[in-house]
C-alpha cells in the first residue's frame, strides 16, 4: 500500500496510508456549501468589500487603486465561467477558505497523524476568519491560502532541503504579495524563524531563498512597475491606511480593541477545543480512571513543536510590536491570516487518546457550531434585519434599484448603458445585474477607473446615480457631484428598502449625460 510519504506523494510521516483524503474533501465541500448557500439566500446584496470586488473584477489590471490585482484576477476568472451575480464573491471567498484549510491538514500530516490533522483542521475552521468573515472576498480572505501554502512549502523547505520545496514556496509567497502587501509580516517570521534556527548558516538555504526569491521577483516585477507609474495607487493608501496615531495611549487603546475583537473571532476555536476536550477526558475517566493521559503535543518533535508555536505566533506578535513602537493604528480583519495555525495549539491541551473517538467527538462539535453558525448568521442578516426593517448592506434591494434607474435609461436613450457614474456600492448594485459590458466610474474619478475610457465616455454618455435615502446614506464624492450639474435629465427613483410596512425606503437620485450624435450614429450602424 502507498504511504503518504512515498516518491507519489509529499506529506505525512511514514508508513501513514492516505485514507482521510475523500474525507477530508467532503468535508470541506460541505463547508464551502453550507457558508456559500447561507450568505447567497440570505443576502440581496453584498458586503461592501465583495462589491468592491466585482466592480474591479470588469477589467483586467495589473493593480487596482487600493490593492494588488490577484483576487481581482481571480474572481475575474469566476465571472467568465459564470454570471455576474452577487453570489460569486461568497463562492470566491469561502473557496479560499476551503483551499487554505486542505493545506493546514496537509501541514499537519507532516509532523502528526492524519486524523490528529484533521482535528486541528477542523477547530480552527469554526474561527470567525473562516466561517462568517470567510465570505466576505476581499484581500485579507483571500490571503488565506496562499500564506498557508507558503507556510507548508516553508516546512518542506527547511526540513528537507528541498529545492522542489523552495520553489513551490517562492510561488505561494508570490501569489500572496500580489493579493495583499501585508505578506511582508508573514516574511518577516519566516526570516526570524530561520535566524532563530540557526538554518541561515546553511548554503544550502540561502540557495533555497534564492531560488524562491527569483521566483517571488519574476511574478512580481509588473505589478511593480506598474506601482511606478501610479501617481496615487496601493502604496498611498496603505501609507494613509497607517498614518500614525497622536500619542502612544492612543496607540495601546487601539491594540487593545484590536485584541479584544480578535479574541472574540477566535472564542469559537476555544469553545470548541474546550467541548472537545471535557467530552475526551470524560470518556478516558469511563474506560480508565487511573490513566492520566499526556497532551498530543508531548509527541510531537521538539522542532516542529518550536515551527507551530513560532510560526504561528510571530505574524500577531510582530504585528503588534511594529504599531505599537511606530503608533500605527490598526483594523481587527487585518488579522485575517494569523490564526491559520491556531487549531495545532489545541495540540498541547487535547489529550493523546484514541483518535477515533477524538476525530468522530472534534467532527460532531464542530459540525453542530458550523450548522447553527452558518443558518444563524443567514437569518440575522437577512431573514431578520428584513422583518424589523433594518436598512444594512445585505437588505438593500440591488435589484430593484438596478431596475428602475436602468428603467429612465432606456426612456432617455436609444443605445445600451455601459457606465454609470457612483460610488463603488450603489454603482456597482446597478451594474451587477446589468450586461456584462456596463461598467462603474468609481466616483467620476478616472484614474481608479482604468476600465473607463475618458473621450468615448464624455461622447456616448453616462447614467450618473446618488444614494439620498435618509438611512445609511453613502458619502457623495465632490467629483460626482459636478457630473450631476451637467446632466440634460435628471430625477429621483424610490423603493422599499426592507418588507417592512412603513419601513425605511431607498432613495436615488439619478441624472443622463446624453450621448453625442456621433456616438449613437456609430452604435446604430454597428446593430
Not at 511593480?224 to 494613509?240: E, H, I, K, R
Not at 510531537?300 to 515551527?307: G, W, Y
Not at 500577531?316 to 513602537?325: D, E, N, Y
Request: with cysteine; glycine share 6%; aromatic share 12%.
Amino acid at each position: 500500500m502507498n504511504s503518504c510519504n512515498s516518491t507519489n506523494h509529499i506529506y505525512s510521516p511514514p508508513g501513514q496510508p492516505c485514507r482521510l483524503q475523500l474525507t477530508v474533501i467532503t468535508i470541506l465541500v460541505l463547508h464551502l456549501a453550507l457558508w456559500t448557500l447561507s450568505a447567497a439566500l440570505s443576502h440581496k446584496a453584498p458586503d461592501w468589500d465583495n462589491m468592491e470586488e466585482l466592480v474591479w473584477a470588469g477589467s483586467l489590471e495589473w493593480g487596482y487603486y487600493k490593492h494588488p490585482p490577484l483576487p481581482t484576477w481571480l474572481l475575474y476568472g469566476l465571472l467568465q465561467i459564470f454570471d455576474r451575480s452577487v453570489w460569486i464573491t461568497f463562492f470566491a471567498g469561502q473557496l479560499s477558505v476551503v483551499l487554505s484549510l486542505w493545506m493546514i491538514w496537509k501541514l499537519g500530516c507532516e509532523f502528526t497523524s492524519q486524523k490528529r490533522a484533521l482535528v486541528a483542521m477542523l477547530l480552527v475552521s469554526v474561527v470567525a476568519y473562516f466561517t462568517v468573515r470567510g465570505v466576505m472576498n476581499n484581500h485579507n480572505t483571500m490571503q488565506l491560502w496562499s500564506i498557508v501554502g507558503a507556510i507548508w512549502m516553508f516546512y518542506r523547505a527547511t526540513r528537507y532541503e528541498s529545492y522542489r520545496a523552495w520553489a513551490v514556496f517562492g510561488f505561494f509567497c508570490g501569489c500572496a504579495f500580489l493579493t495583499k502587501y501585508s505578506a511582508l509580516i508573514q516574511f518577516a517570521t519566516f526570516a526570524l524563524y530561520l535566524l532563530v534556527t540557526g538554518q541561515l548558516k546553511r548554503s544550502s538555504t540561502w540557495k533555497g531563498i534564492a531560488l524562491a526569491g527569483l521566483i517571488v521577483l519574476i511574478m512580481v516585477l509588473p505589478h511593480l512597475y506598474w506601482l511606478t507609474q501610479q501617481v496615487s495607487g496601493p502604496v498611498a493608501y496603505a501609507d494613509n491606511a497607517m498614518r500614525p496615531l497622536v500619542t502612544y495611549l492612543d496607540s495601546v487603546k487601539d491594540i487593545s480593541d484590536f485584541l479584544l475583537t480578535n479574541i472574540g473571532r477566535v472564542l469559537p476555536l476555544v469553545l470548541a477545543a474546550g467541548a472537545v476536550y471535557g467530552w475526551t477526558k470524560y470518556s478516558a475517566k469511563k474506560r480508565n480512571p487511573r490513566v492520566i493521559p499526556t497532551n498530543i503535543a508531548t509527541e510531537l518533535a521538539k522542532s516542529d513543536r518550536l515551527f507551530i508555536l513560532l510560526t504561528g505566533i510571530a505574524p500577531l506578535a510582530l504585528t503588534i510590536i511594529i504599531a505599537g513602537v511606530l503608533k500605527v493604528p490598526l483594523m481587527a480583519h487585518w488579522a485575517t491570516t494569523f490564526f491559520v495555525l491556531f487549531g495545532f495549539l489545541t495540540l498541547w491541551v487535547l489529550p493523546a487518546t484514541g483518535d477515533n473517538g477524538l476525530v468522530k467527538k472534534t467532527i460532531a462539535v464542530v459540525l453542530l457550531m458550523q450548522i447553527i453558525g452558518a443558518i444563524g448568521y443567514g437569518y440575522a442578516r437577512g431573514p431578520l434585519a428584513d422583518k424589523v426593517g433594518r436598512p444594512s448592506r445585505a437588505t438593500f434591494p440591488g435589484a430593484e434599484v438596478s431596475r428602475l434607474v436602468h428603467d429612465e435609461w432606456k426612456k432617455n436613450v436609444s443605445i445600451p448603458l455601459s457606465v454609470v457614474a457612483s460610488d463603488t456600492w450603489l454603482g456597482g448594485n446597478i451594474v451587477t445585474h446589468l450586461s456584462r459590458e456596463a461598467k462603474v466610474l468609481i466616483d467620476g474619478d478616472y484614474a481608479a477607473s482604468p476600465w473607463i475610457d475618458e473621450q468615448s465616455a464624455k461622447r456616448c454618455g453616462m447614467l450618473i446615480a446618488i444614494n439620498k435615502s435618509e438611512r445609511s446614506p453613502d458619502k457623495v464624492d465632490p467629483r460626482i457631484t459636478a457630473l450631476m450639474e451637467k446632466v440634460s435629465v435628471r430625477g429621483e427613483v424610490s423603493t422599499p428598502w426592507t418588507s417592512k410596512k412603513n419601513g425605511p425606503v431607498v432613495s436615488v437620485e439619478w441624472g443622463i449625460i446624453l450621448p453625442q450624435d456621433s456616438c449613437l450614429n456609430e452604435v446604430r450602424s454597428k446593430s
